[in-house]
Nanobody
Framework: QVQLVESGGGLVQPGGSLKLSCAVS????????TGWYRQAPGKERELVAM???????NYADSVKGRFTISRDNAKNTVYLQMNSLKPEDTAVYFC?????WGQGTQVTVSS
């Protein structure tokens, strides 16, 4: 049974930082694809960042240079470090691993 649990969301001011965690059970984050997605009200869910088996990462243009995806294989956890946050980053952030979704964690960027 594969289960994903996101955490680390919250309220942050513009320009601030936040680090999200995706703890995976029932599978290994070192296998195939793990991605961070986000969905704002009224918008489509979009891929923000991904990491694959060999550690290669990719990012949406909107977050390049600000967000970093990483993983800790020993902890079986994938992270999303978010810096220089903007109000446009406000969304529910979801983790996806091998076609399994977590419940999401809310990120709100506001002054």
């Amino acid at each position: 049974q594969v289960q994903l649990v996101e955490s680390g969301g919250g309220l942050v001011q513009p320009g601030g930082s936040l680090k999200l965690s995706c703890a995976v059970s029932g599978s290994s984050v070192s296998i195939t694809f793990t991605g961070w997605y986000r969905q704002a009200p009224g918008k489509e869910r979009e891929l923000v960042a991904m990491i694959i088996s060999n550690g290669i990462t990719n990012y949406a243009d909107s977050v390049k240079g600000r967000f970093t995806i990483s993983r800790d294989n020993a902890k079986n956890t994938v992270y999303l470090q978010m810096n220089s946050l903007k109000p446009e980053d406000t969304a529910v952030y979801f983790c996806n691993h091998r076609a399994h979704w977590g419940q999401g964690t809310q990120v709100t960027v506001s002054s």
